[in-house]
C-alpha cells in the first residue's frame, strides 16, 4: 500500500435460518469476521427487537467502537504530548430514542484517566478534545458524541 491509498476494512456477517415463520419466530443470532484477524463473534439484536440479550448486538458495536477509537486517540495524542497515563477505564452509552427514524442520537463516552504525574486535569482534558476532533469513528459518525472525562493522578511514592 502507498501512503496515499486509503485504508480498506473487511467485514463479513452470515446468517442462515427461515423467515418463512415471520417476525416473531426467526433466529436473529449471526456471525462476524472482520478479516485479517481470525476471531469470529456471535451477535443477536437488541432484545428489543426479539434479539439474545446474552449476545452483543450491532448498536452496542457502535458505541464500543466510538469508545475504543477516542481511547487509542488519546492515548496517541497524550504519549505525543509526553503525558504518562497509566490507567483509562471508560463507560460509554448510546441512546436511541423510540422514533419513526431509527437511529443512536448520542454517544457519552465517560473516560476516568489516571496520570503518572502531576499534570493539570485541564490539560488531559483538553487532550481528550484534540484525541475527540482526531478518532476516526466519531469522524464518521453522525451522531453527537460527548466526553465527560475525569482524571485522577497516581499515588506518589513515599
Known sequence: MTEHEPHRYVATCS????TGDGYEHYER?????????????TLSSDPAF?????LLNPEQLLVLAAASCQLLSFLAVASRARVDVIAYDDTAQG????????SITEIVLRPHITVASEVRAER???LCEVAHRE?????SLHTDIRIEATVAHAQQPA
Open 124 to 126: 488531559v482534558v483538553h
Open 29 to 41: 443470532r449471526h456471525t462476524a469476521t472482520a478479516p485479517p484477524a481470525d476471531i469470529s463473534v
Open 50 to 54: 426479539r434479539g439474545d440479550p446474552t
Open 95 to 102: 441512546v436511541m430514542p423510540h422514533a419513526a427514524k431509527a
Open 15 to 18: 446468517w442462515r435460518g427461515s
Open 135 to 139: 478518532c476516526f469513528i466519531a469522524n
